[in-house]
Nanobody, 130 residues
């Protein structure tokens, strides 16, 4: 079983940057694709970005963050990152990382649907002030 823990959230001003981390324990994270999602107050959880297993050669982003956010992974540290630049007030949300631990060495291209994801972190809050 994989346990995921997010960190790096905080309060920033519009235009600034943050880097979120998602660290795994229990199993080797390199086997799994990893996704980031966010949930704003009063809204449903939405897909943000995903990265394929192993080298992370395949990435996917929502249109709202494309060009501003970058997902990457460091398998030696069992960690996936979300670098968030040019933050906007509408990026304010709790950010979660998630994985489908039933699929090893997968691309994660289906993560944008939010389906088949059975491992979730507890979330980290990002607040962007205007």
């Amino acid at each position: 079983q994989v346990q995921l823990v997010e960190s790096g959230g905080g309060l920033v001003q519009a235009g600034e940057s943050l880097r979120l981390s998602c660290t795994a324990s229990g199993r080797t994270l390199s086997r799994f694709a990893l996704g980031w999602f966010h949930q704003a107050p009063g809204k449903e959880r939405e897909f943000v970005a995903a990265i394929s297993s192993s080298s992370g050669s395949i990435t996917d982003y929502s249109n709202s963050v494309k060009g501003r956010f970058t997902i990457s992974r460091d398998n030696a540290k069992n960690t996936v990152y979300l670098q968030m630049n040019s933050l906007k007030p509408e990026d304010t949300a709790v950010y979660y990382c998630a994985a489908d631990t039933t699929c090893e060495y997968c691309s994660g291209t289906y993560y944008s649907t939010g389906s088949h994801l059975d491992a979730w972190g507890q979330g980290t809050l990002v607040t962007v002030s205007s």
